[in-house]
């Protein structure tokens, strides 16, 4: 499941994303931030913050629980990938897995899923993507045309849906239009869950709708650029002010 080094060359810019060990784009040779990164400059949902208190603080510095999570999640995003791209994907790594059970009941309920969308097409599915006017790139899940209109897809595994996940939406729907020219109508989270028998979907269709999470991308994209300038800087002021702390980090 692993990715290797992807190029795409659009109007005179190069983009580049490197899967592994860490998610890394470059732009014409400079290193960019992807679309998941504004995600650090919107606070976190209460359900979310909710989680942690339970969790306690051990679970929210390793995030072991939501790492596991993740795992069946990643299952699921490339089987949903390798169906709506009749693609051929490797099951064979599932026998054994530790969810082994919960991964196979989830990719069955992938299947009852794209049973049911013959009146979507797949324009485009896991493309990489960027904006060059704001200096960030993107892997976007699936572009489907539903209704004479271009929906962006994204697959999630997750209890509920919230609105960060629209955002960043919102940042590739710019990003898709820049670098692919093709204008996106509407933004849906298609999600997963041990909680609900099949797929729930959450659209909005609405051009204000999807210009407001647009905009609202704009806002954490360039709160990330004065955040990562200042965040230092008052940091290291912090630990030269209190020197106990030091010895307290890990």
Request: one cysteine or more; glycine letters at 6%.
């Amino acid at each position: 499941m692993a990715g290797n080094l992807i190029t795409d060359v659009r109007n005179g810019h190069t983009l580049t994303f490197r899967e592994n060990p860490y998610h890394v784009y470059t732009l014409d040779g400079e290193k960019i931030p992807g679309g998941t990164d504004v995600k650090k400059a919107y606070p976190p949902s209460r359900q979310l913050i909710r989680y942690y208190i339970k969790q306690g603080l051990e679970e929210f510095d390793s995030g072991r629980k939501l790492k596991k999570q993740a795992d069946v999640g990643t299952w699921m995003h490339d089987y949903c990938h390798a169906k709506r791209t009749n693609t051929a994907i490797d099951l064979n790594p599932i026998l054994g897995h530790p969810d082994e059970l919960k991964i196979r009941k989830r990719l069955k309920e992938v299947d009852k899923w794209v049973a049911t969308l013959e009146n979507e097409e797949v324009i485009a599915a896991e493309k990489i993507v960027a904006s060059v006017k704001h200096k960030f790139g993107g892997k976007f899940d699936v572009l489907v045309k539903r209704d004479n209109k271009i929906i962006l897809q994204d697959y999630k595994s997750a209890k509920g849906f919230f609105e960060d996940q629209f955002i960043q939406e919102g940042g590739y729907a710019i990003a898709i239009e820049e670098w692919l020219g093709i204008h996106v109508d509407g933004l849906e989270i298609v999600r997963f869950n041990d909680n609900t028998e099949e797929p729930q979907r959450l659209c909005f269709d609405n051009p204000a709708d999807v210009e407001e999470f647009k905009e609202q991308f704009l806002r954490c994209r360039y709160s990330r650029i004065f955040m990562r300038k200042w965040e230092k800087f008052f940091s290291e002021k912090y630990e030269a002010e209190n020197p106990w702390i030091k010895g307290k980090k890990k």
